[in-house]
């Protein structure tokens, strides 16, 4: 019998993780399981139709998201029409919190009576430590990518499960360099710069420019520069837009293969902070975080933010192995320095084991959080 799961994923990172779930969810029911929601193009390409493009929830800080208001008010009242109507066995939000918690209280306030769950805990370990009370209230069930955060919610009564994290399943660290070089024509001497200025617009928007203007600086003391920018869809039309007329050999690539291929070949990236650090480390790319937000959320995040580092690497180490340059430190001056000292001393140690950093499980992330959703749906993975 066919399995009916409703998926939310907000932004890029959410996509890639539901897609393995999609795959997962597929492999275990053998294709007997049929997807409604929410996703990218990563999701779609396993068989979603999305309900609407997830360009319109890609949106981050406090400043930034206000005039996104209406729409995403817009497309939560989209959502709860279509699960009403579709009825689906499960429901699971990806990631995105501050979407993802709506669509859950949606789903209590409207009476629907469907087992729904959240995959990627919010960091309470780091900011509003107040999330621990408020998920138990909304959420039938949450599943953590770190293995110390079911202690934050199992107290109050939400069922909680460390899967591991989704970067040990992506293969970052199984990229072939060569035939990123044949491609592009590039020897094995010919620099390679890889550049992740993120996956949102207003990050595109902040933070492109900068990275162009350090990679100009690069080409000064690297002639024969070749500079790869690994991107989503989503914002992949932005990106070539401000790139069009850019006088340094570039390529822009979509997808996970070409994008692990492009880390394979870098030998330095500079990155917007997230996932991507650790999957840069897996494919060990000595590389930089650097992050500007605008002043009034930078503020506000100031003020609540407990944590020393945003790199994970840092954080879960509690030392700066990966530079961190934020806000004010986001500078051309400074990315350019940093990077030109990571070109010049290429060994920089960016790989703890991830069993060291606690990030492995004992099997797939993907295929445990698809047996729990089964069972969530009363469908274990062995019915007919």
Known sequence: MTVKVYLVAGEASGDLLGARLMRALKHQKNEEVAFYGVGGETMQAEGLNSLFDIKDLSVMGFM??????????????????????????????????SFSIRVHQAIKK????????????????????????????????LFCLLPNEPEYF???????????????????????????????????????????????????????????????????????????????????????????????????????????????????????????????????????????????????AKLVLKIKYVNLINLLQDKEIIPELLQENCTVKKIFDTAENLFQNSHQDVLPSLKKLGLNGNESPSEKVASCLLKLAGREKNDG
């Open 154 to 300: 199992t107290p109050y009564g939400l069922p909680t499960t460390f899967v591991g994290h989704p970067v040990i399943e992506g293969g970052a660290d199984k990229g072939e360099a060569q035939k990123f070089r044949t491609q592009y024509n590039l020897d094995e001497k010919t620099p390679v710069l890889a550049l992740l200025p993120g996956s949102r617009k207003n990050e595109i928007k902040t933070l492109l420019p900068v990275f162009m203007q350090v990679a100009e600086k690069v080409s000064e003391t690297h002639p024969d520069l070749f500079v790869v920018v690994p991107t989503v869809q989503t914002v992949a039309d932005k990106i070539t837009l401000q790139m069009k007329d850019w006088k340094i050999p570039h390529t822009i690539v979509l997808g996970e293969r070409a994008r692990y291929d492009a880390f394979a070949a870098a030998n330095v990236a500079i990155a917007a902070s997230g996932t991507v650090s650790l999957e840069l480390a897996m494919a060990k790319v000595p590389h930089l975080i650097a992050y500007r937000l605008n002043a009034v959320t930078a503020f506000l």
């Open 110 to 141: 409207n009476k629907i009576d469907i087992p729904h769950a959240h995959y990627v805990a919010p960091q309470v370990w780091a900011w509003n430590k107040g999330r621990t009370k408020i998920l138990p209230k909304w959420v039938d069930h």
């Open 64 to 97: 930034e998201v206000i005039p996104s208001v209406p729409k995403i008010l817009r497309h939560l009242k989209e959502i709860i029409s279509d699960i009403k109507q579709i009825q689906p066995d499960v429901i699971l939000t990806i990631d995105s919190y």
